[in-house]
């Protein structure tokens, strides 16, 4: 009986040896890697690093050393970031070197390199106005910033009343901030459907929290983030849906892979896929929704409702980084999907987009007309600006792209200028932003009205403004790509805008002041840091813009 | 050599710089100083004049392009210069007389308060006329043209207290303001035409373009001619003019600013020699405005005024030679130059009697001054001569060549033409007899002055006439001199005629009349006129206030009504038709523009209650506007 028994045992041995040495024979078999070139991402991966540092010096550093470490870390992450961005544009990265990194993930481009630059440049002078902490009175012998001491405690109630009396800041601001602009770096370079998304998610989850964190008025602004933030998920469900969507058309979700498909060139079908591959149903439906996504970015009709009332309830440092910078990210993705992926059917979205611009611009300036908040106003001028910049998008030529990169440019160094000298402007309730309350300011504070009324006047598109260079390169480029209608109704909502800019500038000027007007607060030297560098970009790049379009011209080109 | 051609514009300029902000250390010296620059560019010019001498007749002229002024595209316009024989003609009378006028002014201005300014005016005055016929293209020609309206401007209403002085120099610049679009207008037809201004391809090429451009440009070239030069119909000014200070008159009058109409049309001689409609338009302006200048020159009581008709009626001879073709430019070009000599001197010699007078400018309140100022006596007496054209001095050979080219152009129109020149002539016999009798003769009808207070003194302000110091006799003497000999040594071999030959071209007329018949009808014309002026001024006693006098009288007194035309056609005109515009202006467009803005308004507060703070309305406008792209997507492709 052992017999058997034994030889089972030989039999079982024999078969996990040679289970064994079959694994063996087959080996070395290795689970790929992924490539990743991370000297080509270090501008992403940096500002990512000084995050995390942020959110590790909240945890262990004293409470008085925080301010100024992240204020000192944020600054220096940001400043190698842009650092790294130059190199690699200096490396030729932007232009012959260009290509795909990261397993087809991101870009490594010139528009991808030149939207990178600003957003980091624009960051850098909104860490500024994130840290001034002069304008408000100090509470209890400490400075304090915008904003609030403890975001979690119940506005008005005991818990916020301690805070605040036991001088707490929340510093958590400026590793959010990071984070936010890490998301921002991938999404212009996104190069597939899901790092989009994934990056949109990464910027907007701490854009939604920044914007509940306001010192003063607490309810509008919590109101605000729960606004942006609800419409926002509303905004990605379409998003995602239409991704979705293209995935069911081409059976991929990288830009190239989609791309092809369009094209007609349609590679191996997954048989999974074999009914919905190549229905066009499927990739217009699913088009329009990634676009409806981008375009709720953007602050396009009919997506922009949430614009004035979360520019409006934000703290105003966090309102100037959004409208500068998430437009720039916004605006640099949607080219990129557009001009990368959607060039096969430019006869289907072009139309659409005519309306959008149209819709965009004429609604933006109309609705400013009467607007009578500061900051609802900038609201309201932001839609009309992305209405001009979809004129220039909507060119589908080397100069449109250009051209956009330059208007962003110029327009988010205008916006956030604009927005810190709303800070400046204050009475007893903090910032006074109604603007009846702005009358006869030029008699007062000459050179803060001043320097409003260039930014104002760069807004309307004055020569010698950025805004004029802006305006003039997309509506000729606008033009010359055919779209000579949508210019004619840009120049229209561009005089009605200018009737409110200039209102503006009248009423600061040509008004006798109000007995209780508000003063103007004397900044510390980070706000007039980030006002000036917004004043000396405007005249700069209305004075002499030729550098730098031919810097946006050469960066015009996306790599496929 | 090229390099002091631009030195001849700069040293003026350099001068009118250093003057009119250096500041009260140069007050003392300003005028040597203002002087001394424009000796030094006469000194230039007659180097070059040397120099070109020097040089065979087609290869005289330099041409030099300092810097590129303005290149855009294919328009391109340069700063260069160009000196021929002809803008060499005019460098030499503007930096001539021009320097002998800078001299009078140091004794004349040695009261004023603001000499600086004065010569700081006056040498820019200078630097933009050599500016002017130094130009080689029409656009730099422009920018002189502008200058020189600039400066006389601020020379005519250099005494801007006084009301008048204010108005004369507004209405100058008005006036002229007509006349320079005209010219800008045509160097636009010009650009369009020929694609550039430049004189050399221009008018190498005037014969290619159609001869209704040309006329259109000849047209608008005179109407700028007509502004500069005081022609008619733009002729109101030049009498007011008079407000500024005697040497600017002499300036602005006889060597410079009125003679820039002929320099432009003889300059355009290519182009208005292929336009014979814009020819007889120049020559029907040239001899209306002959006579026009005449009759008003016999009827002012002012002597500057009178003067100011006279130079009015002989820039009208100019134009009516330079009118007509080959045959006449010469001859415009020599009689401008002695009118330079003979109507300076005339100026200065007035300038002089007013200095002697208590600034009186009435006539008929003057007599008998030739024993109290003998050497403004002689120099006016020898303008005189020469402006009448007393066979032997200037004007004689000058203005007697322009008669008998006007003959020469044949048939009816000659024959109006050379009658009209004729009848010019013995006006002004007439009105230089005239005034010479009013003046100098005749026995003394001098009157108290009214003083600054208001008040007449009895007989304490009775003037006291002397003659001038030295620095404004010796421009006198000098200009006297050339008043005389100028016209004769010009034409002793036809010198002046193949000077400017090579540049102008020069075709002989076929006068139906013999070259002595003119001559012999221009004394006898000569001789009665000025036997009518001495039967009525010399024989008997001259009332103190003017008689009535007939109605041309009157009319010639008041301009020949020139300013209540102009009042009633352009100004009231104006005004009606700004009134309309107005009108239509605050009805029509304020309507349409305050309708939009309404609107606007009005759409923006019906817009704005979209945004009502609901994030679920926001969602349901998100929706639907998802809705519409799909389907709008969907729907692009159906279609």
Same mark, same amino acid.
């Not at chain 2, 045959?327 to 009697?353: D, E, P, Q, R």
């Given at each position: 009986?052992?017999?058997?028994?034994?030889?089972?045992?030989?039999?079982?041995?024999?078969?996990?040896?040679?289970?064994?040495?079959?694994?063996?024979?087959?080996?070395?078999?290795?689970?790929?890697?992924?490539?990743?070139?991370?000297?080509?991402?270090?501008?992403?991966?940096?500002?990512?690093?000084?995050?995390?540092?942020?959110?590790?010096?909240?945890?262990?550093?004293?409470?008085?050393?925080?301010?100024?470490?992240?204020?000192?870390?944020?600054?220096?992450?940001?400043?190698?970031?842009?650092?790294?961005?130059?190199?690699?544009?200096?490396?030729?990265?932007?232009?012959?070197?260009?290509?795909?990194?990261?397993?087809?993930?991101?870009? @490594?481009?010139?528009?991808?390199?030149?939207?990178?630059?600003?957003?980091?440049?624009?960051?850098?002078?909104?860490?500024?106005?994130?840290?001034?902490?002069?304008?408000?009175?100090?509470?209890?012998?400490?400075?304090?910033?915008?904003?609030?001491?403890?975001?979690?405690?119940?506005?008005?109630?005991?818990?916020?009343?301690?805070?605040?009396?036991?001088?707490?800041?929340?510093?958590?601001?400026?590793?959010?901030?990071?984070?936010?602009?890490?998301?921002?770096?991938?999404?212009?370079?996104?190069?597939?459907?899901?790092?989009?998304?994934?990056?949109?998610?990464?910027?907007?989850?701490?854009?939604?929290?920044?914007?509940?964190?306001?010192? *003063?008025?607490?309810?509008?602004?919590?109101?605000?983030?729960?606004?942006?933030?609800?419409?926002?998920?509303?905004?990605?469900?379409?998003?995602?849906?239409?991704?979705?969507?293209?995935?069911?058309?081409?059976?991929?979700?990288?830009?190239?892979?989609?791309?092809?498909?369009?094209?007609?060139?349609?590679?191996?079908?997954?048989?999974?896929?074999?009914?919905?591959?190549?229905?066009?149903?499927?990739?217009?439906?699913?088009?329009?929704?990634?676009?409806?996504?981008?375009?709720?970015?953007?602050?396009?009709?009919?997506?922009?409702?949430?614009?004035?009332?979360?520019?409006?309830?934000?703290?105003?440092?966090?309102?100037?980084?959004?409208?500068?910078?998430?437009?720039?990210?916004?605006?640099?993705?949607?080219?990129?999907?557009?001009?990368?992926?959607?060039?096969?059917?430019?006869?289907?979205?072009?139309?659409?987009?005519?309306?959008?611009?149209?819709?965009?611009?004429?609604?933006?300036?109309?609705?400013?007309?009467?607007?009578?908040? %500061?900051?609802?106003?900038?609201?309201?001028?932001?839609?009309?600006?992305?209405?001009?910049?979809?004129?220039?998008?909507?060119?589908?030529?080397?100069?449109?792209?250009?051209?956009?990169?330059?208007?962003?440019?110029?327009?988010?160094?205008?916006?956030?200028?604009?927005?810190?000298?709303?800070?400046?402007?204050?009475?007893?309730?903090?910032?006074?932003?109604?603007?009846?309350?702005?009358?006869?300011?030029?008699?007062?504070?000459?050179?803060?009205?001043?320097?409003?009324?260039?930014?104002?006047?760069?807004?309307?598109?004055?020569?010698?403004?950025?805004?004029?260079?802006?305006?003039?390169? %997309?509506?000729?480029?606008?033009?010359?790509?055919?779209?000579?209608?949508?210019?004619?109704?840009?120049?229209?909502?561009?005089?009605?805008?200018?009737?409110?800019?200039?209102?503006?500038?009248?009423?600061?000027?040509?008004?006798?002041?109000?007995?209780?007007?508000?003063?103007?607060?004397?900044?510390?030297?980070?706000?007039?840091?980030?006002?000036?560098?917004?004043?000396?970009?405007?005249?700069?790049?209305?004075?002499?813009?030729?550098?730098?379009?031919?810097?946006?011209?050469?960066?015009?080109?996306?790599?496929? | 050599?090229?390099?002091?051609?631009?030195?001849?514009?700069? @040293?003026?300029?350099?001068?009118?710089?250093?003057?009119?902000?250096?500041? *009260?250390?140069?007050?003392?010296?300003?005028?040597?100083?203002?002087?001394?620059?424009?000796?030094?560019?006469?000194?230039? =010019?007659?180097?070059?004049?040397?120099?070109?001498? =020097?040089?065979?007749?087609?290869?005289?002229?330099?041409?030099?392009?300092?810097?590129?002024?303005?290149?855009?595209?294919?328009?391109?316009?340069?700063?260069?210069?160009?000196?021929?024989?002809?803008?060499?003609?005019?460098?030499?009378?503007?930096?001539?007389?021009?320097?002998?006028?800078?001299?009078?002014?140091?004794?004349?201005?040695?009261?004023?308060?603001?000499?600086?300014?004065?010569?700081?005016?006056?040498?820019?005055?200078?630097?933009?006329?050599?500016?002017? %016929?130094?130009?080689?293209?029409?656009?730099?020609?422009?920018?002189?043209?502008?200058?020189?309206?600039?400066?006389?401007?601020?020379?005519?209403?250099?005494?801007?207290?006084?009301?008048?002085?204010?108005?004369?120099?507004?209405?100058?610049?008005? @006036?002229?303001?007509?006349?320079?679009?005209?010219?800008?207008?045509?160097?636009?037809?010009?650009?369009?035409?020929?694609?550039?201004?430049?004189?050399?391809?221009?008018?190498?090429?005037?014969?290619?373009?159609?001869?209704?451009?040309?006329?259109?440009?000849?047209?608008?070239?005179?109407?700028?001619?007509?502004?500069?030069?005081?022609?008619?119909?733009?002729?109101?000014?030049?009498?007011?003019?008079?407000?500024?200070?005697?040497?600017?008159?002499?300036?602005?009058?006889?060597?410079?600013?009125?003679?820039?109409?002929?320099?432009?049309?003889?300059?355009?001689?290519?182009?208005?020699?292929?336009?014979?409609?814009?020819?007889?338009?120049?020559?029907?302006?040239?001899?209306?405005?002959?006579?026009?200048?005449?009759?008003?020159?016999?009827?002012?009581?002012?002597?500057?005024?009178?003067?100011?008709?006279?130079?009015?009626?002989?820039?009208?001879?100019?134009?009516?030679?330079?009118?007509?073709?080959?045959?006449?430019?010469?001859?415009?070009?020599?009689?401008?130059?002695?009118?330079?000599?003979?109507?300076?001197?005339?100026?200065?010699?007035?300038?002089?009697?007013?200095?002697?007078?208590?600034?009186?400018?009435?006539?008929?309140?003057?007599?008998?001054?030739?024993?109290?100022?003998?050497?403004?006596?002689?120099?006016? =007496?020898?303008?005189?001569?020469?402006?009448?054209?007393?066979?032997?001095?200037?004007?004689?050979?000058?203005?007697?060549?322009?008669?008998?080219?006007?003959?020469?152009?044949?048939?009816?129109?000659?024959?109006?033409?050379?009658?009209?020149?004729?009848?010019?002539?013995?006006?002004?016999?007439?009105?230089?007899?005239?005034?010479?009798?009013?003046?100098?003769?005749?026995?003394?009808?001098?009157?108290?002055?009214?003083?600054?207070?208001?008040?007449?003194?009895?007989?304490?302000?009775?003037?006291?006439?002397?003659?001038?110091?030295?620095?404004?006799?010796?421009?006198?003497?000098?200009?006297?001199?050339?008043?005389?000999?100028? =016209?004769?040594?010009?034409?002793?071999?036809?010198?002046?005629?193949?000077?400017?030959?090579?540049?102008?071209?020069?075709?002989?007329?076929?006068?139906?009349?013999?070259?002595?018949?003119?001559?012999?009808?221009?004394?006898?014309?000569?001789?009665?006129?000025?036997?009518?002026?001495?039967?009525?001024?010399?024989?008997?006693?001259?009332?103190?206030?003017?008689?009535?006098?007939?109605?041309?009288?009157?009319?010639?007194?008041?301009?020949?009504?020139?300013?209540?035309?102009?009042?009633?056609?352009?100004?009231?005109?104006?005004?009606?038709?700004?009134?309309?515009? %107005?009108?239509?202006?605050?009805?029509?467009?304020?309507?349409?523009?305050?309708?939009?803005?309404?609107? @606007?308004?009005?759409?923006?507060?019906?817009?704005?209650?979209?945004?009502?703070?609901?994030?679920?309305?926001?969602?349901?406008?998100?929706?639907?506007?998802?809705?519409?792209?799909?389907?709008?997507?969907?729907?692009?492709?159906?279609?």
């Amino acid at each position: 009986m052992s017999h058997p028994a034994s030889v089972q045992a030989v039999h079982a041995a024999q078969t996990v040896h040679s289970l064994w040495t079959s694994v063996a024979a087959e080996a070395p078999r290795k689970i790929p890697g992924p490539h990743i070139e991370y000297a080509q991402l270090s501008p992403t991966l940096i500002v990512l690093g000084a995050a995390v540092l942020g959110v590790l010096v909240e945890a262990f550093l004293p409470r008085r050393a925080r301010h100024i470490s992240q204020v000192v870390l944020a600054v220096v992450g940001l400043a190698a970031s842009f650092a790294a961005v130059v190199a690699l544009a200096a490396d030729g990265y932007a232009t012959d070197k260009a290509h795909i990194a990261a397993m087809g993930a991101l870009a @490594v481009d010139g528009p991808a390199l030149f939207l990178q630059g600003v957003i980091i440049l624009v960051s850098l002078v909104a860490v500024f106005t994130f840290a001034e902490r002069r304008l408000d009175p100090a509470a209890h012998g400490r400075p304090v910033d915008s904003f609030v001491a403890e975001g979690a405690a119940v506005p008005g109630g005991d818990a916020e009343r301690r805070a605040v009396k036991a001088g707490l800041t929340t510093t958590e601001v400026f590793p959010v901030l990071l984070f936010a602009v890490a998301g921002m770096l991938v999404f212009p370079a996104a190069n597939d459907l899901l790092t989009l998304f994934v990056a949109l998610e990464v910027f907007s989850l701490p854009l939604y929290v920044l914007c509940g964190l306001a010192r *003063r008025q607490r309810l509008l602004s919590q109101e605000a983030a729960v606004k942006y933030f609800l419409l926002g998920a509303f905004s990605s469900a379409f998003l995602l849906f239409g991704i979705a969507l293209l995935y069911g058309y081409a059976g991929t979700v990288t830009y190239a892979g989609i791309a092809e498909v369009v094209g007609g060139t349609t590679p191996t079908v997954d048989p999974a896929l074999a009914s919905t591959m190549g229905n066009d149903v499927l990739l217009l439906t699913g088009g329009a929704m990634v676009l409806m996504g981008l375009l709720f970015k953007v602050g396009a009709v009919p997506f922009h409702m949430w614009t004035p009332d979360v520019y409006q309830g934000a703290p105003t440092p966090v309102t100037g980084f959004m409208a500068a910078a998430t437009k720039v990210a916004a605006f640099g993705a949607l080219l990129r999907l557009l001009y990368v992926v959607l060039p096969g059917m430019r006869w289907d979205w072009r139309p659409v987009m005519w309306g959008v611009a149209i819709v965009t611009m004429l609604i933006g300036a109309v609705v400013a007309v009467t607007q009578t908040d %500061v900051k609802r106003l900038l609201a309201y001028s932001s839609i009309a600006h992305a209405g001009f910049i979809l004129a220039g998008v909507i060119a589908v030529t080397p100069d449109g792209v250009s051209s956009v990169l330059f208007y962003l440019a110029a327009y988010s160094f205008v916006t956030l200028g604009a927005f810190a000298v709303v800070t400046l402007v204050r009475d007893a309730g903090g910032e006074a932003t109604h603007l009846s309350k702005w009358a006869g300011l030029g008699r007062r504070s000459p050179l803060v009205a001043a320097v409003f009324a260039v930014f104002l006047l760069a807004f309307a598109g004055i020569p010698l403004t950025s805004g004029f260079a802006g305006k003039f390169a %997309v509506f000729k480029a606008a033009a010359q790509g055919g779209a000579a209608p949508l210019v004619v109704v840009g120049v229209l909502a561009s005089a009605i805008a200018a009737f409110f800019y200039i209102r503006v500038i009248v009423l600061m000027f040509f008004s006798e002041p109000k007995a209780e007007g508000p003063t103007v607060a004397v900044p510390s030297p980070l706000t007039s840091t980030a006002i000036a560098i917004g004043v000396a970009v405007t005249v700069v790049l209305g004075v002499a813009p030729q550098y730098f379009l031919d810097l946006a011209g050469q960066a015009g080109t996306f790599v496929r | 050599m090229e390099n002091l051609i631009g030195l001849l514009v700069l @040293v003026p300029l350099l001068g009118a710089g250093v003057l009119l902000c250096g500041g *009260r250390r140069l007050d003392r010296s300003g005028p040597w100083v203002g002087t001394g620059l424009a000796a030094v560019s006469f000194v230039l =010019g007659v180097w070059l004049f040397a120099d070109m001498l =020097g040089r065979k007749g087609d290869n005289r002229a330099l041409d030099v392009t300092v810097f590129s002024w303005v290149p855009v595209g294919g328009f391109r316009a340069d700063v260069g210069f160009h000196l021929d024989q002809l803008s060499m003609t005019f460098v030499l009378l503007i930096t001539g007389v021009g320097s002998l006028i800078h001299l009078y002014s140091v004794g004349y201005m040695a009261h004023d308060e603001r000499p600086r300014r004065f010569f700081g005016y006056l040498n820019l005055f200078l630097a933009a006329m050599l500016l002017l %016929v130094l130009a080689d293209n029409y656009l730099l020609l422009y920018a002189g043209w502008e200058g020189v309206g600039l400066a006389s401007y601020l020379l005519i209403g250099f005494w801007q207290h006084k009301p008048s002085a204010a108005t004369a120099a507004k209405k100058a610049f008005l @006036v002229n303001r007509v006349g320079d679009m005209g010219l800008s207008i045509a160097i636009m037809v010009m650009f369009t035409t020929f694609g550039t201004f430049s004189f050399a391809p221009v008018l190498a090429h005037a014969d290619q373009a159609g001869e209704g451009k040309l006329t259109a440009i000849g047209l608008l070239l005179l109407l700028g001619a007509c502004g500069k030069s005081a022609q008619v119909p733009l002729q109101s000014w030049l009498g007011d003019a008079m407000e500024g200070p005697t040497p600017v008159s002499a300036l602005i009058h006889a060597a410079t600013m009125v003679t820039a109409g002929v320099y432009l049309i003889t300059r355009s001689s290519a182009i208005f020699n292929g336009a014979p409609d814009a020819q007889t338009a120049v020559v029907t302006v040239g001899a209306v405005t002959l006579l026009f200048g005449a009759i008003v020159g016999c009827a002012k009581d002012d002597i500057k005024k009178a003067l100011a008709g006279s130079t009015m009626s002989q820039i009208g001879y100019m134009i009516l030679a330079a009118g007509l073709g080959p045959v006449g430019y010469v001859f415009a070009i020599m009689h401008l130059v002695t009118h330079g000599f003979f109507k300076a001197g005339l100026f200065l010699g007035a300038g002089s009697v007013m200095h002697g007078m208590n600034d009186e400018v009435d006539m008929r309140r003057y007599g008998g001054l030739r024993s109290y100022m003998p050497v403004t006596f002689w120099t006016f =007496g020898l303008g005189y001569l020469a402006i009448i054209g007393f066979p032997g001095l200037s004007g004689f050979f000058s203005k007697d060549k322009i008669i008998e080219a006007a003959f020469a152009k044949g048939g009816t129109e000659g024959w109006i033409l050379g009658a009209a020149a004729l009848l010019g002539a013995a006006i002004t016999a007439y009105y230089m007899t005239r005034v010479m009798l009013l003046t100098f003769f005749g026995e003394k009808r001098w009157q108290p002055t009214v003083s600054d207070s208001g008040s007449a003194a009895e007989d304490g302000n009775l003037p006291h006439p002397h003659e001038s110091p030295k620095t404004m006799t010796i421009p006198m003497i000098l200009l006297a001199v050339g008043s005389v000999f100028a =016209g004769g040594l010009f034409s002793i071999n036809s010198a002046f005629l193949k000077w400017l030959e090579p540049v102008t071209g020069h075709a002989e007329g076929h006068s139906p009349v013999g070259a002595g018949q003119v001559t012999a009808a221009t004394m006898v014309v000569l001789v009665i006129g000025a036997a009518v002026a001495w039967q009525q001024y010399g024989r008997s006693p001259v009332p103190v206030t003017a008689p009535r006098g007939t109605l041309l009288t009157r009319a010639a007194r008041r301009d020949l009504l020139q300013d209540d035309f102009n009042h009633v056609v352009l100004v009231r005109g104006g005004e009606h038709l700004t009134r309309s515009l %107005v009108y239509v202006d605050h009805k029509l467009v304020d309507g349409v523009v305050n309708g939009t803005a309404a609107s @606007v308004g009005g759409l923006s507060g019906r817009m704005r209650r979209l945004q009502n703070g609901f994030a679920r309305s926001y969602a349901v406008s998100m929706f639907g506007g998802a809705a519409v792209l799909i389907a709008a997507t969907l729907l692009m492709r159906a279609v």
